[in-house]
C-alpha cells in the first residue's frame, strides 16, 4: 500500500471526474458566451444548457422543463420550502419534516416559523426511517407541504419515499425531498415516487461544486427564489454556470450508466467494513438501517472514545472520514441525527462516518480498518470513563456490539 491518502468522505464532497473536467473546459474558453444573449457566439452555451436540462430529465424521469439550475443543494432546499410556504399561503401554513433533516432544511424550517410558519418534526425510530403512521397523524386541514430528506447524510438510511409520496398526493399535499446524498447512487423516478420538488448537488457524484438543481413538477405554482433576471424561465435570477452545469450533466449522465455496477460495488465493500469493524471491535454499533441504506455509507459508535481525537489521528495515519455533516464540523455539539436515533450524547460524540466512492479499494478499507484499531485502543486507554468500565462500571448501550 502507498503512502497516498486514503479517501473516505465521500458523503462530504467527491473527486471531480476526468471526464467531467474534460466537458467543462470549453464553456470556459471557447464556447464562453452568455446563453440568455441573442448573437450566434452565445449559441453554444445555450445549446449545452438545454441538452444538460434533458440529461437530468431522463435521469429523473421528469419533463426538461421542470428542471431548474441552482448554485447549490441548499439553495434548492431553501428554495422550495420558502417559495411553497408563500405561494400555499391562503391554503395553510404547516410543514411537516423530520428531526434527521439536513442544516439547509432545518435552519429553513426554523427561519420560517419566525414568519408565522408552523412545523411539525416527526421522530424517527432506532434506523433513522420515519414512521408513516406519525405522518398521516400530523397531517391537518393547513398542512401544504411535507419534506422529507430521501437518504440521510450521516447515518445513510433511505426513506420510504414511495410511501410518502403517495400519502402527500392523496391528502393533496406537495411532496418535496432533500435528494443529494441519493441522487446518481440509487435510482430516482419522480413519477413513480410522486415527488413533487426535488433537490440535488453536483459535487455529490463526482462533479463539480456550486452548482445543483430543483425539480419543480409542473403544476406547483412557486415563484423565484433569486429575483434580477428572467433566467431558467423567470424563476431563477442570474447568468447560468454554463461550465458547472455542463458538468453536472455529465457527472448524473456517468453516473446512471454505472449505477448498477457502482451499487453492486459499493454495497459489497460497504457490508465488508461493517463486518470487519463490528467483529474486530468491541463496544461499537452500527449507527442506520442495516439494510436500507445508501451503497456507499458506513456509520459507527464508539464506546469511551472522543469523536474528534479519532478523526485527527485518522488523519494523521493518512485517512479521511467524519464524524457527521461537513456542514457541522466544528460543532462542539453532538450530531442531531445520532440522538434522534436515540443515541445518549456520551456515545454519539465517538462517532464516525467513512464513506465510499467508485475509486475505494477493499485494501483500502483493510488499511482503515488495522489504523482504526489501533486508535480505538490508544484512545480508550487514555479513558478514565473505559478505565472505570473495565473495573467493573456498567456499561452503556447494554451489548458488547450492536448490530
Given at each position: 500500500?502507498?503512502?497516498?491518502?486514503?479517501?473516505?468522505?465521500?458523503?462530504?464532497?467527491?473527486?471531480?471526474?476526468?471526464?467531467?473536467?474534460?466537458?467543462?473546459?470549453?464553456?470556459?474558453?471557447?464556447?464562453?458566451?452568455?446563453?440568455?444573449?441573442?448573437?450566434s457566439?452565445?449559441?453554444?452555451?445555450?445549446?449545452?444548457?438545454?441538452k444538460?436540462?434533458?440529461?437530468?430529465?431522463?435521469?429523473?424521469?421528469?419533463d426538461?422543463?421542470?428542471?431548474?439550475?441552482?448554485?447549490?443543494?441548499?439553495?434548492?432546499?431553501?428554495?422550495?420550502?420558502?417559495?411553497?410556504?408563500?405561494?400555499?399561503?391562503?391554503?395553510?401554513?404547516?410543514?411537516?419534516?423530520?428531526?434527521?433533516?439536513?442544516?439547509?432544511?432545518?435552519?429553513?424550517c426554523?427561519?420560517l416559523?419566525?414568519?408565522?410558519?408552523?412545523?411539525?418534526?416527526?421522530?424517527?425510530?432506532?434506523?433513522?426511517?420515519?414512521?408513516?403512521?406519525?405522518?398521516?397523524?400530523?397531517?391537518?386541514?393547513?398542512?401544504?407541504?411535507?419534506?422529507?430528506?430521501?437518504?440521510?447524510?450521516?447515518?445513510?438510511?433511505?426513506?420510504?419515499?414511495?410511501?410518502?409520496?403517495?400519502?402527500?398526493?392523496?391528502?393533496?399535499?406537495?411532496?418535496?425531498?432533500?435528494?443529494?446524498?441519493?441522487?446518481?447512487?440509487?435510482?430516482?423516478?419522480?413519477?413513480?415516487?410522486?415527488?413533487d420538488?426535488?433537490?440535488?448537488?453536483?459535487?455529490?457524484?463526482?462533479?463539480?461544486?456550486?452548482?445543483?438543481?430543483?425539480?419543480?413538477?409542473?403544476?406547483?405554482?412557486i415563484?423565484?427564489?433569486?429575483?434580477?433576471?428572467?433566467?431558467?424561465?423567470?424563476?431563477?435570477?442570474?447568468?447560468?454556470?454554463?461550465?458547472?452545469?455542463?458538468?453536472?450533466?455529465?457527472?448524473?449522465?456517468?453516473?446512471?450508466?454505472?449505477?448498477?455496477?457502482?451499487?453492486?460495488?459499493?454495497?459489497?465493500?460497504?457490508?465488508?467494513?461493517?463486518?470487519?469493524?463490528?467483529?474486530?471491535?468491541?463496544?461499537?454499533?452500527?449507527?442506520?438501517?442495516?439494510?436500507?441504506?445508501l451503497?456507499?455509507?458506513a456509520?459507527?459508535?464508539f464506546?469511551?472514545?472522543?469523536?474528534?481525537?479519532?478523526?485527527?489521528?485518522?488523519?494523521?495515519a493518512?485517512?479521511?472520514g467524519?464524524?457527521?455533516?461537513?456542514?457541522?464540523?466544528?460543532?462542539?455539539?453532538?450530531?442531531?441525527?445520532?440522538?434522534?436515533?436515540?443515541?445518549?450524547?456520551?456515545?454519539?460524540?465517538?462517532?464516525l462516518?467513512?464513506?465510499?466512492?467508485?475509486?475505494?479499494t477493499?485494501?483500502?478499507?483493510d488499511v482503515?480498518?488495522?489504523?482504526?484499531?489501533?486508535?480505538?485502543?490508544?484512545?480508550?486507554?487514555?479513558?478514565?470513563?473505559?478505565?472505570?468500565?473495565?473495573?467493573?462500571?456498567?456499561?452503556?448501550?447494554?451489548?458488547?456490539?450492536?448490530?
Amino acid at each position: 500500500m502507498s503512502n497516498k491518502v486514503i479517501y473516505l468522505d465521500n458523503a462530504a464532497t467527491t473527486r471531480v471526474r476526468r471526464e467531467v473536467v474534460d466537458a467543462m473546459l470549453p464553456y470556459f474558453t471557447e464556447e464562453y458566451g452568455n446563453a440568455s444573449a441573442v448573437y450566434s457566439l452565445a449559441g453554444g452555451a445555450k445549446e449545452a444548457l438545454q441538452k444538460s436540462r434533458d440529461t437530468m430529465a431522463g435521469i429523473l424521469g421528469c419533463d426538461s422543463r421542470e428542471i431548474y439550475f441552482t448554485g447549490c443543494g441548499s439553495e434548492s432546499d431553501n428554495w422550495a420550502l420558502k417559495a411553497a410556504a408563500e405561494a400555499y399561503r391562503a391554503k395553510g401554513n404547516h410543514i411537516i419534516t423530520t428531526k434527521i433533516e439536513h442544516h439547509a432544511i432545518l435552519h429553513t424550517c426554523q427561519w420560517l416559523e419566525k414568519q408565522g410558519v408552523e412545523v411539525t418534526y416527526l421522530d424517527v425510530d432506532e434506523s433513522g426511517r420515519m414512521r408513516l403512521d406519525e405522518l398521516r397523524a400530523a397531517i391537518r386541514p393547513s398542512t401544504i407541504l411535507i419534506s422529507v430528506m430521501f437518504a440521510n447524510n450521516e447515518i445513510g438510511t433511505i426513506e420510504p419515499i414511495r410511501e410518502i409520496g403517495a400519502i402527500a398526493k392523496e391528502q393533496g399535499i406537495l411532496f418535496h425531498t432533500d435528494a443529494v446524498q441519493a441522487f446518481g447512487q440509487i435510482p430516482i423516478d419522480v413519477e413513480e415516487l410522486h415527488i413533487d420538488m426535488l433537490s440535488a448537488s453536483a459535487h455529490k457524484l463526482n462533479g463539480p461544486k456550486g452548482v445543483g438543481l430543483l425539480y419543480i413538477r409542473q403544476g406547483v405554482k412557486i415563484r423565484s427564489f433569486l429575483h434580477g433576471g428572467a433566467q431558467e424561465r423567470k424563476r431563477r435570477a442570474g447568468t447560468e454556470n454554463i461550465p458547472g452545469i455542463v458538468g453536472f450533466a455529465k457527472a448524473a449522465e456517468i453516473a446512471a450508466a454505472t449505477m448498477q455496477e457502482r451499487m453492486e460495488r459499493e454495497t459489497k465493500l460497504r457490508d465488508y467494513l461493517i463486518n470487519r469493524v463490528l467483529s474486530e471491535i468491541p463496544y461499537t454499533r452500527l449507527n442506520g438501517s442495516r439494510t436500507k441504506r445508501l451503497p456507499g455509507n458506513a456509520n459507527f459508535s464508539f464506546q469511551f472514545v472522543e469523536g474528534e481525537s479519532m478523526l485527527i489521528l485518522l488523519d494523521m495515519a493518512g485517512i479521511c472520514g467524519s464524524s457527521g455533516s461537513a456542514c457541522t464540523s466544528g460543532s462542539l455539539d453532538p450530531s442531531h441525527v445520532l440522538l434522534a436515533i436515540g443515541l445518549p450524547h456520551e456515545i454519539a460524540h465517538g462517532s464516525l462516518r467513512l464513506t465510499l466512492g467508485h475509486e475505494t479499494t477493499q485494501e483500502e478499507i483493510d488499511v482503515t480498518v488495522d489504523r482504526l484499531k489501533e486508535i480505538i485502543v490508544k484512545l480508550r486507554d487514555m479513558s478514565p470513563l473505559y478505565e472505570d468500565f473495565k473495573k467493573g462500571g456498567r456499561e452503556r448501550g447494554g451489548k458488547k456490539n450492536v448490530q
